[in-house]
């Protein structure tokens, strides 16, 4: 299989800080890789597409100078919130797929919970 | 852009009975339809998925359906048991395209959710 490794698992922070969180592909390399946001009980809504070596596609409705990402090599994308408020405490998740594949399975990190104070 | 929206929202059956979750999609130029498990706190789990170009797939107790025509998908879950107690997410894909100098693989859509609960 594929394995993709977030940290931290979980941060808390005091409002006005940033907080970045690392995808890892660890076993394989990753062109692309998406972060989706998950408030409670809810869907996972894409946030953005990060492609190595260039800008990210953000998503209709997302901030791209509040959520910076970051894809500097195959295999470690970057998410962080800038100036994080309260309402930005969430369940962020991160998801690649395997360079060179077509349409196919996703391999998802296991989530990092930010709460905001 | 793609809209997925997702069947019920929660379900609750007996052990042993069957359950179904059922999602539509209003992008008919979408080919790929994962479904995903997620129990709280964790990562989704990819339990069945199925291409444009076949009409069901199953593995062991799980099978998916496709219509193109309807652009509808279900998820069938046969002789459930505690375990199954989970978030089901499907979810669609176009198919693979340029921009931004890079490629869409994977650029998924999820469904609302689904909460099924099996009882002992």
Redesign the interface.
Known sequence: GAVVSQHPSRVICKSGTSVKIECRSLDFQA??M?WYRQFP??????MA?S???????YEQGVEKDKFLINHASLTLSTLTVTSAHPEDSS?Y?C???KTG??????F????S?LTVL | GENVEQHPSTLSVQEGDSAVIKCTYSDSAS??F?WYKQEL??????II?IRSNVGEKKDQRIAVTLNKTAKHFSLHITETQPEDSAVY?CAA????SK???????????????T?LTVHP
Request: aromatic share 14%.
């Open positions: 062109t692309t998406f009980k809810q869907s996972l809504m894409l597409t492609n190595e070596g260039s800008k990210a596609t369940f998740i998801s690649a797929t594949w077509g349409t196919g399975e996703l998802f990190g296991e989530g919970r | 080919n790929y994962p706190g964790k990562r989704p789990q990819l998925d997410f894909s176009p198919p693979d921009y931004a100098g890079g490629t869409s693989y994977g650029k998924l859509t999820f469904g609302q959710g909460i």
